[in-house]
């Protein structure tokens, strides 16, 4: 049985929202990353190695929707940044934009020991 721990994700000094906690459990397992070419985003090791969550590049493979403890992005429209958080799954898009701020989406996130600056954090309450 694998042992999966809680994270908090803060928004920056120039962001707004959140915080964010990400905890997986038995079921909802994993981490899905949809990012430019499936290239895994900076942040994925840190966040697996705290979690425990299992990675899944979502170009090459899926998973099912309710194994989802958290989904990684990199959408500057608004499909993908508003899927996954409108079916309440936790979402961080690390490409920021104007349609993002519009969205409502916090900027300038810190989180998870690492400089993550430049990351957009879309949560649903």
Excluded: H, W
């Amino acid at each position: 049985m694998a042992e999966y721990r809680a994270i908090r994700v803060e928004k920056g000094s120039g962001g707004f929202g959140g915080p964010l906690t990400i905890q997986g459990n038995e079921k909802r397992n994993k981490v899905m990353y949809i990012t430019g070419g499936g290239m895994a985003p900076e942040i994925l090791p840190k966040i697996v190695e705290l979690t425990g969550l299992e990675p899944v590049n979502g170009f090459k493979t899926s998973a099912p929707e309710d194994e989802l403890a958290l989904v990684i992005i990199d959408c500057g429209g608004t499909l993908r940044c508003g899927l996954y958080p409108k079916k309440r799954i936790p979402t961080i898009n690390i490409n920021p934009s104007e349609i993002l701020i519009y969205l409502g989406i916090a900027q300038g996130v810190t989180a998870l020991g690492f400089d993550a600056t430049q990351l957009a954090l879309r949560y649903m309450l």
